[in-house]
């Protein structure tokens, strides 16, 4: 019988002994990730209703059997028996539920079935990014391209962040008209909330149109191609604004109107210049510090001419003399220098109520002065 008891006592001592060697099984093998996992006010906290990813490595713990959640007695997950020792569980907790997620752990010794540990992590429910405030700040109006103004979102009072509480989508928030914003929750808060906001007309004002050159006289209408902006977006005749021209066949200054239509209003006006059509010298006759020159006639809306002449092909001085009869086709230029060459060009002009329109200078010819 001692001998009996002695037994005994030894595999107790042995059992105890084998206990006491067991590790705590969440040292450095459990951690969580996630969008719901986040620190509130210093603690390790789990937001319901989101996304969590509990990894593990029981690389050492071969004996490890069972992973199980529960909150307020209900089972949130539960993995037995593990089919590998390294690994992770996703799950995610009911958004109407809060309190202590308890985490167990659970090995086997021999068939007899021994809790291991016990982790508790608290569960809070999430904000709703229903109950903030959304304020889309600034007057927005027409450019052309997607608009995204500066939008601030309070919940009671506190100015929550962007991309760590909430992220931001925009909707039809290119043409005039109502636009969209959707804030939806991120980390501790949830659900979205959509906010409407207006894009107004852009003011035809505030519109570039690129210089139009000078127009050269034909007899017809003449409807140049325009080059019209907003900011750096090209807009287009007959979709963003319609055109009307008056004074556009005679020489003289012509007037175009744009009016704007869908995204744009009001109007704007630019001019343009329709020039008489020029001449060219026919002949050069150089004599003695003087030089005649002869040009084609050109009698069609013309008033008469100017000459320029230069000892420089760049007529970086120069002078200018006018004729004021088209029916004179050759002027003498005198008191020249001799042995000089000299550079002549010509063009036209019409005298419309008192303003001069000139013709583009001819190409220059050239001649040396004996």
């Not at 005994?8 to 450095?28: K, M, R």
Request: hydrophobic share 30%; aromatic share 10%.
């Amino acid at each position: 019988m001692k001998k009996i008891l002695k037994y005994v006592c030894i595999l107790c001592f042995a059992s105890l002994l084998y206990l006491s060697t067991i590790p705590n099984a969440f040292a450095d093998v459990i951690s969580f990730s996630g969008s719901g996992y986040m620190s509130k006010n210093g603690e390790k906290v789990i937001i319901a209703g989101k996304s969590i990813t509990l990894s593990y490595d029981y690389s050492n713990y071969k004996y490890i059997r069972k992973i199980s959640g529960t909150i307020n007695g209900e089972t949130v997950f539960s993995e037995s028996p593990l089919s590998k020792t390294i690994g992770s569980i996703t799950f995610e907790i009911d958004e109407n539920q809060s309190g202590n997620l308890s985490i167990r752990v659970e090995y086997t010794n021999k068939n007899l079935t021994r809790l291991g540990a016990t982790y508790n992590i608290t569960v809070i429910p999430p904000q709703k990014i229903s109950d903030t405030e959304v304020i889309i700040e600034g007057n927005i109006s027409y450019t052309g391209k997607s608009l995204t103004p500066p939008v601030t979102v309070k919940h009671d009072g506190k100015e929550l962040e962007k991309g760590h509480d909430y992220t931001l989508t925009f909707a039809n928030n290119i043409n005039a008209g109502t636009a969209r914003v959707t804030v939806t929750g991120i980390n501790e808060y949830s659900g979205s909330k959509q906010v409407s906001f207006n894009i107004s007309k852009a003011k035809m004002s505030s519109v570039s149109i690129a210089a139009i050159k000078n127009q050269t006289y034909t007899g017809k209408a003449i409807k140049p191609t325009l080059s019209v902006k907003l900011g750096t977006v090209k807009l287009t005749n007959g979709i963003d604004y319609t055109v009307k021209y008056t004074s556009n066949t005679k020489i003289g200054k012509a007037t175009i109107t744009l009016t704007g239509k869908e995204n744009l209003t009001g109007s704007k006006k630019v001019t343009f210049k329709i020039i008489p059509k020029g001449t060219t010298i026919s002949k050069l006759t150089a004599a003695t510090k003087k030089i005649t020159a002869k040009w084609r006639k050109q009698a069609v809306q013309t008033t008469g001419y100017q000459i320029q002449f230069s000892t420089t092909k760049t007529f970086k001085t120069y002078k200018t003399l006018t004729i004021s009869k088209v029916s004179i086709l050759s002027k003498t230029l005198n008191n020249l220098s001799a042995n000089k060459t000299y550079y002549i060009r010509i063009r036209t002009y019409k005298t419309v109520s008192g303003t001069k329109y000139y013709s583009n200078w001819s190409a220059y010819k050239s001649v040396k002065v004996k």
